[in-house]
């Protein structure tokens, strides 16, 4: 069943997500959520995600972040056929990111691996 990963417990950390307030109420709650492992590994595919959403190909995303390609492959993948929520999120913080182009919100992963 797709929806298996929706538990009580997964929905009670997704309320108490969707209850901070602010970035810093946001760093706090994950470092003491997360090891300094997990957080590295998380903000590594976000990183991976915003890449692959400018057109960056995958070899030069693997040597900027240190993500393996089978990982830059598998987050593309989630990015294309996922339920949404990275394209969600790129689109929310499109703005914020002084990187990003106007061209980037036109760029596939496809694009990115070729």
């Given at each position: 069943m797709a929806d298996d990963w929706r538990t009580?417990?997964?929905?009670?950390l997704i309320d108490a997500l969707l209850r901070l307030e602010d970035a810093d109420e946001a760093g706090r709650f994950l470092r003491d959520l997360c090891t300094l492992g997990e957080l590295r590994d998380l903000t590594?595919?976000?990183?991976?995600?915003?890449?692959?959403?400018?057109g960056m190909h995958y070899a030069e995303i693997s040597r900027e972040t240190?993500?393996?390609t089978a990982t830059i492959t598998?987050?593309?993948s989630w990015l294309h056929h996922g339920e949404g929520g990275y394209r969600l999120m790129l689109e929310r913080t499109r703005g914020d990111d002084p990187g990003a182009t106007a061209d980037a919100a036109g760029s596939t992963a496809s694009d990115a691996g070729r």
């Open positions: 009580p417990e997964t929905d009670a590594q595919r976000w990183a991976v995600v915003r890449l692959l959403d400018s240190g993500a393996s598998r987050i593309a």
